[in-house]
């Protein structure tokens, strides 16, 4: 059966982890989770394929699987933090893997986030409906509440009859501190 489209399968990057993608990919990410315990991790190493068998999996998922292809997985229905679990079982970290799914090597990822990401110029749509162009002329028609026609809400009074509770128990255990052990063995 066809996926059903939604509008945000226009978002360019990525797969929209929904409650239809959950149900498509339940193999897959049980597959990741069970990861998680060593024996599985060992069993899953030595024979891939065979390892695979026990979980209801599509020849697609299968295989996007033993490609390690990420995005594919994803598309077909695996949760980023479920097939993450994957990619540890390989030694590779979490950074690693983003580098491969946005066909960067790490380096070039890690230098890409630290400068504050991607850039959203042609990373809008996949369709290219959401060009800056069109986004600013859907803006012109709507109206926007103006700072002069918004009313502002007054501000809560600040009462400073109560003390920080933080402050008050620090003090309150201050006063009651018993006597040093040595004092009391007389």
Do not use: W
Not at 62 to 83: H, P, Q, S, V
Not at 128 to 135: T, Y
């Amino acid at each position: 059966m066809a996926r059903e489209r939604h509008e945000y399968d226009d978002i360019p990057g990525t797969y929209v982890f929904d409650a239809e993608r959950s149900r498509q990919g339940y193999g897959i990410n049980m597959f990741c989770m069970s990861l998680m315990q060593e024996e599985n991790r060992q069993a899953f190493k030595a024979n891939e394929a065979e390892y695979l068998k026990k979980f209801n999996l599509t020849p697609a998922q299968t295989d996007a699987i033993l490609k390690r292809d990420y995005n594919r997985m994803l598309e077909l229905g695996g949760n980023i933090y479920f097939t993450a679990k994957l990619g540890a079982t390989d030694g590779h970290s979490f950074q690693h893997l983003a580098a491969v799914m946005t066909g960067n090597s790490q380096s070039d990822y890690a230098k890409m986030m630290l400068e504050g990401g991607r850039s959203v110029e042609g990373n809008r749509s996949r369709s290219g409906k959401n060009r800056p162009a069109s986004l600013i002329a859907a803006g012109a028609g709507k109206k926007s509440v103006s700072a002069k026609g918004a009313k502002a809400k007054p501000a809560a009074k600040a009462s400073g009859k109560s003390k920080p509770k933080a402050a008050s128990k620090i003090k309150s255990k201050a006063k009651s501190k018993s006597p040093p052990k040595s004092a009391k063995r007389k």
